[in-house]
Structures are given as C-alpha cells and as structure tokens.
C-alpha cells in the first residue's frame, strides 16, 4: 500500500508516532542507503535495546506497515487489480507494463480514491509529519552503524515540505509521480504524457469499484487493529 492507505487503514488517534510509524518505511524507501533499514532491524534495536516511549510506538507502527504490506501484496485483490492495470495498458499501447509500475500505480489509485472520498485526508496526515519530533527517529535509528542522520533529516523534511502526495489529486499530478518514478528505478518509457494521464485516468475509472470494496470490506478480514 502507499501513503494515504496506511495512513487511513492503520493510524491509531492521538497516537503520533505510530501512526508516523506505519507510513515511514516508504519514505525510507526513498532513502538512499546501501543497507536500507528494515523490519528485522527494526526488531532488532527494540528487542536489544532499551528504547523510549515514543521510539516504541514508532517501532509498533513500522513493524504493522511491514506486516500489513505482507499481506496486501499477496492477497488476490492486489494480484487482480495489477493484472487488470497490465492488460489494459497492453491494448492502449501494446507493449507490456512493468510489474513495478503497475505495482506502484495500483497503490496509487487506492490512495487516489481515499482522496475523491475524503479531500482532506492529505491535509490530515501531513498534519501528524508536522507533529512529529524527528529527534525520535534519530534516536532509534542511531543505533544502526550505517545510519546516516544527514541524509535522513533531508529526505525527511523534504517530503513533508514538498507535500508530493498533492499529486495524486489529478491524473496528470500521477502521471507525472509515476514518471519520475520510472526514472529512479532506471526504467525507460516512451509514453505520451497525455496519453499516459488517460490510460491511469481510464485505469482509475475501472477499479474504482474494487477500491470501494477493498476499504469498505477486504482491508476489514486482511488487517488486525494493533494495540499499541
């Protein structure tokens, strides 16, 4: 899942770092290192080390988005929505969708419907980076020997400067996110932006309805509410 999903499905109120915790792995993700911290690390530092609070909650919401991504990414739902996604963008362009992109653009429109159904979603959950004390994160994570606080502290505040997550408001705010995208991972495309904008606009319009099932029920059997 992405941001929002996370976000929507598993942050528990007036429980800041957790709810932090469960979407921060996939601004971790962004963060360039050549030993990305984990959901083994992770359980690591806090089953070896004495840890505060407010470091405990964020580890309880990391290791919840490692687990709830476990699962989503093997349920049916997943598998279905990106085969649909691939078959789709074979006939307006006949040429095949690489799984990382349909995985992402997938993930993308589920957070894309949360917004069509909530416009004030973003402002909510940008609103607990703001709360945030990062010190909490560098806390923690300084007990991993390749942690770099530099880069962390700069990709952190860059993500919730930028507000990228506005994007996804439009089909042509997605597009552009998905290009970029391909470009980190190294992944050539050569599609007409307007025509991409359609295709994921047309992508959008057909699970649309699974989306709408998927949070009204599916998320409901997959994920458990943590305790923490």
């Known amino acids: 899942m992405n941001f929002l999903s996370h976000y929507h499905i598993q942050s528990i109120p007036d429980n800041n770092e957790y709810s932090i915790g469960v979407t921060l792995p996939d601004i971790i993700s962004l963060y360039q290192n050549p030993k990305p911290i984990s959901s083994r690390i992770i359980t690591d530092i806090a089953d070896k080390q004495n840890i505060s609070p407010q470091e405990s909650r964020l580890v309880c919401g990391m290791n919840a988005h490692y687990q709830a991504d476990k699962i989503f990414h093997t349920s049916p739902w997943f598998t279905n929505s990106m085969q649909s996604v691939c078959n789709l963008y074979t006939d307006v362009f006949n040429k095949h969708l690489p799984q990382s992109l349909s995985h992402i653009l997938v993930e993308i429109l589920l957070d894309k419907f949360l917004i069509e159904n909530n416009p004030e979603i973003i402002s909510k959950f940008y609103d607990q980076y703001q709360k ?33 997550i506005e994007n996804y408001r439009t089909y042509s705010g997605i597009a552009q996110t998905l290009k970029q995208i391909s470009e980190r991972l190294d992944i050539k ?40």
């Open 132 to 164: 945030f004390n990062i010190k909490t994160a560098h806390n923690l994570f300084e007990r991993c020997a390749f942690y770099d606080k530099s880069l962390f502290e700069k990709s952190f505040t860059r993500f919730k400067t930028l507000r990228y």
């Open 189 to 228: 495309t050569s599609v007409n932006f307007d025509l991409l904008s359609d295709f994921i606009s047309s992508s959008y319009r057909m699970i649309e309805g699974e989306c709408f099932m998927f949070f009204d029920k599916t998320q409901k059997k997959m994920f458990k509410k943590s305790r923490c």
